[in-house]
């Protein structure tokens, strides 16, 4: 069975530094994993996906994510955190359940970002 | 391109009365479409995923006669709520699976309020 583990509930930064959003997967097979945004009251957006390709994925807003399949994680980076940048982040885990494949939500990283 | 909305985008009702939440993909066809549930600080939870005229498949402890699902095109998805009460207030939000890329793009959501 496939799952997601975001292992913060909130995350708080300083505008300006680093931001890091920890993300462990479980999956039988190579996953598909991406990472979704959505801002209070809003639809999700796509922030990046991993596919199998590069391990190094970049995506939108200068998130970046790297696939570790040694550590099963998937950690969202962004060096330098912007005021609106603060959102819910999902990370999440394309599964096949059912005999049709579903995407697996995590619990959500609430970012919170100081002026 | 990859548009999907919703509408209503929110919604007030008595309790005891019936919803209808429309989904559409507006500039490709989806024949899977995806329904979901999410409360107030919480992740998205899958309630049902629709195949283009067929029944809809519903996830464990959702009830099929409370949150109908109908597909009738290969771009409009409708959940209604029947008879709805204040534990269904929520934030709904549908997602449809692209035929040509498998993608999966997520609508802006509906609130529903039963009061």
């Known amino acids: 069975a496939q799952s997601v583990t975001q292992l913060d509930s909130h995350v708080s930064v300083s505008e300006g530094t680093p931001v890091l959003l920890r993300c462990n997967y479980s999956s039988s097979y190579s996953p598909s994993l991406f990472w979704y945004v959505q801002h209070p009251n809003k639809g999700l957006q796509l922030l990046l996906k991993y596919t199998s390709a590069a391990t190094l994925v970049k995506g939108i807003n200068g998130f970046e994510a790297e696939f570790k399949k040694s550590e099963t994680s998937f950690h969202l980076t962004k060096p330098s955190a912007h005021m609106s940048d603060a959102a819910e982040y999902f990370c999440?885990?394309?599964?096949?359940?059912?005999?049709?494949?579903?995407?697996?939500f995590g619990s959500g990283t609430r970012l919170l970002v100081r002026p | 391109g990859a548009v999907v909305s919703q509408h209503p985008s929110w919604v007030i009702c008595k309790s005891g009365t019936s919803v209808k939440i429309e989904c559409r993909s507006l500039?490709?066809?989806?024949?899977?479409m995806f329904w979901y549930r999410q409360f107030p600080k919480q992740s998205l939870m899958l309630m049902a995923t629709?195949?283009?005229?067929?029944?809809?498949?519903?996830e464990q402890g959702v009830e099929k006669d409370k949150f109908l699902i109908n597909h009738a095109s290969l771009t409009l998805s409708t959940l209604t709520v029947t008879s709805a009460h204040p534990e269904d207030s929520s934030f709904y939000i549908c997602?449809?699976?692209?035929?040509?890329?498998?993608?999966?793009?997520f609508g802006p959501g509906t609130r529903l309020t039963v009061t």
């Open positions: 500039d490709f066809q989806a024949t899977t």
């Open positions: 629709s195949n283009e005229g067929s029944k809809a498949t519903y």
């Open positions: 999440v885990v394309s599964g096949r359940m059912d005999s049709s494949y579903k995407l697996i």
């Open positions: 997602s449809a699976r692209a035929i040509s890329s498998y993608e999966q793009y």
